[in-house]
Each structure stands twice: as C-alpha cells, then as structure tokens.
C-alpha cells in the first residue's frame, strides 16, 4: 500500500518562514508528478505546487515568488519551502503524487497524505 508522510506544519507569525517535507513509501514504481496542495477553512482545495520528474514546477499565482518546490527523484520524498508567510497561508496542506502509466492508453493514479496543519498568524 502506498502512503505518503508529512512533517513540518505549525505555527508560524507572519512574516516568517516554514518547510513541509513528504515522503512516500510503499508499492510504487515512480512518482511522475510531486505536489502539493491546501485547503483552508470553508474553502476549496487548492493546488499550491507541483513539480515534475524532470523538474518543471508550477505555482499557484498567491504563492509565486515566495514558495519553493523541489524533489529528490532517488528518494522519493519532496518539500515545500514557504517564505513571507501571510495569514491567508493558513491551512491545511496535503502532499500529492502522480503516477501516471501507459497500457493501452495512459492511467493516472493519484496519492495524497494526511495533511498538516499550517497556521500564520500573530
């Protein structure tokens, strides 16, 4: 079974800064798509980040500038490095991978993680 692990979340003032770290373990044979996405109170969840096995990386537009995504392909295991945190960061974050394979046609299989808590405030 394939599980994917958070750490990092917390408490953070604004301002500041904060790492999220995911790993994934399990029977999987590659992480095509790494990401990471969020879901703040009575709001919808939202794409914050992604990044690709080649390393091309996405941004959602509140976030451009000020988060990093990156991944160890070897390791399977990617992070989220958020500066100048703002208060409408506040939610809960969620690791996302993609495996995406080819039989006839190509099959998208998605695997999230348990969510951490990230709150900005003063």
């Known amino acids: 079974q394939v599980q994917l692990v958070e750490s990092g979340g917390g408490l953070v003032q604004p301002g500041g800064s904060l790492r999220l770290s995911c790993a994934a373990s399990g029977s999987i044979a590659s992480i095509n798509i790494m990401g990471w996405y969020r879901q703040a109170p009575g709001k919808e969840r939202e794409l914050v980040a992604s990044?690709?096995?080649?390393?091309?990386?996405n941004y959602a537009d509140s976030v451009t500038g000020r988060f990093t995504i990156s991944r160890d392909n070897a390791k399977n295991t990617w992070a989220l490095q958020m500066n100048s945190l703002k208060p409408e960061d506040t939610a809960v974050y969620y690791c996302?991978?993609?495996?995406?394979?080819?039989?006839?046609?190509?099959?998208?299989?998605?695997?999230w993680g348990q969510g951490t808590q990230v709150t900005v405030s003063s």
């Open positions: 996302h991978a993609r495996e995406l394979r080819r039989f006839t046609v190509v099959v998208t299989t998605d695997y």
């Open positions: 990044i690709t096995s080649i390393g091309s990386t």
